[in-house]
Nanobody, 123 residues
Framework: QLQLVESGGGLVQPGGSLRLSCAAS????????IGWFRQAPGKEREGVSC????????NYADSVKGRFTISRDNAKNTVYLQMNSLKPEDTAIYYC????????????????WGQGTQVTVSS
């Protein structure tokens, strides 16, 4: 089974920044597209961003465009989500997920998921 571990979440004030990491264990991430998703209380799961296996295709949800940046370092077997200008509505559990196909912001397209990391944006 593929193992993905998210880290980097925490409490941050509005306007602040966090960088989330998604690290693979037991397999190489270079063959997989990686998506970031989030789910807030009372809301549907939202696809946040996706990066293709080589990093040449990147997608963002409209809600985070211009504020979030996804990147990957296949040599480190890690994908990152840099989150800037954070807003209270960004508060959610953030998950990374892997799939063998093309980039997608639709959760059911993904085969393997991490455990999630909590991001709280509050003053």
């Amino acid at each position: 089974q593929l193992q993905l571990v998210e880290s980097g979440g925490g409490l941050v004030q509005p306007g602040g920044s966090l960088r989330l990491s998604c690290a693979a264990s037991g397999f190489t991430l270079s063959s997989y597209a990686i998506g970031w998703f989030r789910q807030a209380p009372g809301k549907e799961r939202e696809g946040v961003s996706c990066i293709s296996s080589r990093g040449f295709t990147i997608n963002y949800a409209d809600s985070v465009k211009g504020r979030f940046t996804i990147s990957r370092d296949n040599a480190k077997n890690t994908v990152y989500l840099q989150m800037n200008s954070l807003k209270p509505e960004d508060t959610a559990i953030y998950y990374c997920a892997a799939r063998m196909g093309r980039c997608s912001l639709w959760g059911p397209d993904f085969d393997s998921w991490g455990q999630g990391t909590q991001v709280t944006v509050s003053s």
